[in-house]
């Protein structure tokens, strides 16, 4: 089993759809849950941190189930320029910054 | 969070030469990081480069292919020796953000293409 899985996509969902990713991982003692954001050919950006009792900046919307160890990401009225690759990350190890990566969930949004 | 500068962005080189790929970050940091992204795949960890120590390696990274440089908190060399195809990849550095969240934040990368 990987320690992250994601469901690759794509995800090709119109405008103004609501979409939810899903990220499984491996290590029940993982401490720190993220979600980046990875558009073609550039670095990931920090989307969220996702933190136990879940949280909302805007129409995203990051949960953590630790008893069924997976993350997820909801996207809400989605835009065309959210268009991007979702990247999963997961710090296994409490107290080090080591990060492991899922293999991103590639959302495309319609006109 | 910081402002991260890789260079160069991109560069073709011939197999068996090296490469030095730069960071620099606008303001100190304590902990530098070192990725390598593959085609079609997600960032696997290379190393941690803390200023006044050696560079710590992952599993299946090791020193005398990636050698690291940290001479200050806010700059960081990488190098891809003896190059090979398999090679092939963007590399990213990257520094863990201010307090203790945890959170990284990345340099645009390197585009390294090994003919």
């Known amino acids: 089993r990987k320690e992250v899985e994601q469901d690759p996509g794509p995800f090709n969902v119109p405008e103004g759809a609501t979409v939810a990713f899903n990220c499984t991982y491996s290590?029940?003692?993982?401490?720190?849950f993220f979600w980046y954001r990875q558009d073609c050919r550039k670095e990931p950006k920090l989307l969220m941190s996702?933190?136990?009792s879940g949280n909302e900046d805007g129409r995203f919307t990051a949960q953590l189930n630790r008893a069924s160890q997976y993350i997820s990401l909801l996207i809400r009225d989605s835009k065309l320029s959210d268009s991007a690759t979702y990247l999963c990350?997961?710090?296994?190890?409490?107290?080090?910054?080591?990060?492991?990566f899922g293999t991103g969930t590639r959302l495309k949004v319609l006109a | 969070s910081a402002v991260i500068s890789q260079k160069p962005s991109r560069d073709i080189c011939q197999r068996g030469t090296s490469l030095t790929i730069q960071c620099q970050v606008d303001?100190?940091?304590?902990?530098m990081f070192w990725y390598r992204q593959q085609p079609g795949q997600s960032l696997t960890l290379i190393a941690t480069?803390?200023?006044?120590?050696?560079?710590?390696?992952e599993s299946g990274f090791v020193i005398d292919k990636f050698p690291i440089s940290r001479p200050n908190l806010t700059f960081s060399t990488l190098t891809v020796s003896n190059m090979s195809p398999e090679d092939s990849s963007i590399y990213l550095c990257?520094?863990?953000?201010?307090?203790?969240?945890?959170?990284?934040?990345f340099g645009p990368g390197t585009r390294l293409t090994v003919t």
């Open positions: 990257s520094v863990v953000g201010d307090g203790h969240s945890y959170e990284q934040y």
């Open positions: 290590n029940s003692a993982s401490q720190s």
């Open positions: 996702v933190y136990s």
């Open positions: 990350v997961v710090n296994p190890t409490s107290g080090t910054y080591k990060y492991i």
């Open positions: 303001s100190q940091v304590t902990m």
């Open positions: 480069a803390n200023q006044g120590s050696e560079a710590t390696y």
